[in-house]
């Protein structure tokens, strides 16, 4: 009989996939990042317990081209400060990915909020523009043009915070306890250059970021970087302070609010 396809992989064969994931090269990504300061009482609205809101008001969108083999990537960042049990970092609202590839390990491994989306990375000579867009809205853009070249920085690392969870089955809540993901990356810049320019925040239904608005301009950059990345959990949360924020992963609210009529199963 011919191999069948979904059937089950050999203890070689799921080796050999994990061996080969863990010697990828180095990939690099050419993004714009931008940070602002935001409104205070915004930011930490967003933030569910037990995150809590750093020092400054601070949000950052982050927008690459990445340079995977076979086809490039278009990969998207939209977060706001956060701090939890002493470490600062970034809790991400919406990362938009142009491949489902990205997708599927970032949400199902880390509880990454990711979503098929567009992301765009341009410059034409010092001119930049990069932007987000989902549901033919471009939430996000970012207008400018290089200003001056900066001094790399060394390697450094930097924490973002997920929650990873599931819906229950009977729209009840969770099938079992969320858990708090610390993503840990180890980043690399080979270039580094400061763009004079603006962000542009667009009213959208499904990514409401226009609530974060942009109060003072801290920094628009754009480089070539690559990083690793590795999570752990580091502790289990309460789930009914996290329900009222799940809502922040769907564009339909109902997915994970309603639970299906009694003896049917939905399909989403």
């Known amino acids: 009989m011919a191999r ?18 863990s010697k990828l090269p180095d990939i690099w990504s050419t993004g714009v990042v931008a940070v602002w300061e935001s409104d205070p009482d915004a930011v ?11 020092g400054r008001p601070l949000v950052r969108v982050n927008i690459s081209r990445v340079e995977l083999p076979g086809y490039p990537l278009g990969a998207g960042s939209f977060a706001v400060a956060a701090a939890h049990d002493g470490v600062e970092g970034w809790y991400p609202l919406v990362m938009p990915m142009t491949h489902e590839r990205a ?68 729209g009840s809540g969770f099938d079992a306890d969320p858990v708090l993901v610390h993503c ?34 801290v920094d628009i950059t754009i480089g070539e970087k690559t990083s ?10 309460d789930a009914r302070a996290l329900l009222p924020y799940v809502h922040q992963r769907y564009d339909d609210p109902q997915q994970v609010h309603d639970g299906p009529p009694e003896g049917s199963v939905r399909w989403s």
């Open 4 to 21: 069948v396809r979904y059937g089950a992989r050999t203890e070689a064969e799921i080796a050999a996939a994990r061996t080969a994931s």
């Open 103 to 170: 997708l599927t390990g970032g949400r199902e491994v880390f509880g990454e909020p990711k979503k098929l989306g567009e992301v765009t990375v341009e410059r034409v000579g010092l001119v930049v523009h990069a932007s987000l867009a989902r549901h033919g809205i471009a939430f996000v853009e970012v207008r400018g043009a290089v200003s001056e070249e900066l001094p790399l920085p060394g390697p450094t690392q930097k924490t973002d915070f997920y929650f990873k969870f599931l819906p229950a089955v009977d």
């Open 44 to 54: 930490a609205a967003v933030l569910p317990p037990p995150l809590k809101p750093t």
């Open 228 to 237: 690793d990345q590795r999570g752990k959990v580091v502790e289990r949360v």
């Open 184 to 217: 840990l990356r180890n980043e690399k810049v080979r270039r580094l250059e400061r763009v004079t320019g603006d962000v542009v925040l667009r009213e959208s239904m499904y990514d409401p970021v226009a609530d974060l608005p942009v109060r003072t301009l």
